[in-house]
């Protein structure tokens, strides 16, 4: 097994700016006027995470059979699903003057902020679950590792994980997903000694931690989970 904290770095360093663009790059893109630059950095969004994802899965887990390979599409299907949706009727969203009521601007709406939200971040609750059951699964994997160096990415993609969810308003979907893979991890290191020093596994353990963190420390802080953008953060 080779070392992936690099790899676990630039996959949250990639997830965090491409999953941040369409809520910053606002600016007009020149092939077509109607579209911005942040539509235009979202659309390869996908390829990018499951591209990181596929490879660490190849480069720590030792046989990649059916039982691993087709979760992990399942889980990329959905996730893809919902991105993409909401990528395509956000940026249609944009042309409508503000405050504009209709059955076409609610239809928008529905798409943009609610079915394309539950089902995009289904996938991204269901992603470290299936991470870890898959590394237990492989009873020859052992780390060797000190896990220390992954901290910096789990931390980073922990706190995008989690402000995303609150901005998706799918806490109640989320929440729970989230307090069950960290009780699945925080099992498996007590009773499977050899996942310790396997770096995705500390990754996946710790980053739901930060966001599980960051969910509960918002919603005590507020009494809810306000959007970051209706506060003016965003």
């Known amino acids: 097994?080779?070392?992936?904290?690099?790899?676990?770095?630039?996959?949250?360093?990639?997830?965090a700016f491409f999953l941040t663009a369409p809520a910053v790059f606002h600016q007009e893109f020149p092939l077509r006027t109607d579209m911005e630059?942040?539509?235009?950095?979202?659309?390869?969004t996908p390829f990018i995470v499951f591209g990181f994802v596929w490879l660490l899965v190849r480069r720590t887990i030792g046989t990649v059979d059916g039982l691993v390979a087709f979760p992990l599409l399942l889980i990329a299907l959905?996730?893809?699903?919902?991105?993409?949706?909401?990528?395509?009727?956000?940026?249609?969203?944009?042309?409508?003057?503000?405050?504009?009521?209709?059955?076409?601007?609610?239809?928008?709406?529905?798409y943009d902020e609610q079915l394309s939200h539950y089902i995009w971040y289904l996938g991204v609750a269901?992603?470290?679950?299936?991470?870890?059951?898959?590394?237990?699964?492989?009873?020859?994997?052992?780390?060797?590792?000190?896990?220390?160096?992954v901290l910096p990415g789990a931390l980073l993609y922990g706190l995008v994980v989690g402000i995303d969810v609150i901005e998706a308003a799918v806490v109640p979907m989320a929440l729970p997903a989230f307090v069950l893979t960290a009780v699945l991890a925080a099992y498996l290191y007590r009773s499977t000694s050899r996942l310790r020093g396997v770096e995705l596994f500390a990754f996946t353990g710790v980053s739901v931690l930060v966001a599980l963190g960051v969910l509960l420390g918002w919603g005590a802080y507020h009494g809810g989970w306000p959007e970051p953008s209706d506060l003016g953060l965003i």
Do not use: C
């Open 126 to 149: 269901a992603l470290p679950g299936f991470l870890l059951i898959v590394m237990w699964r492989d009873r020859a994997l052992a780390g060797k590792w000190s896990p220390f160096a």
């Open 1 to 15: 097994m080779r070392r992936n904290w690099p790899l676990l770095t630039a996959f949250s360093i990639a997830y």
């Open 37 to 44: 630059w942040g539509d235009v950095l979202d659309i390869p």
């Open 78 to 110: 959905v996730w893809t699903q919902g991105q993409g949706m909401h990528l395509a009727s956000n940026s249609i969203g944009h042309q409508l003057a503000e405050g504009e009521s209709g059955t076409l601007p609610d239809l928008i709406y529905f």
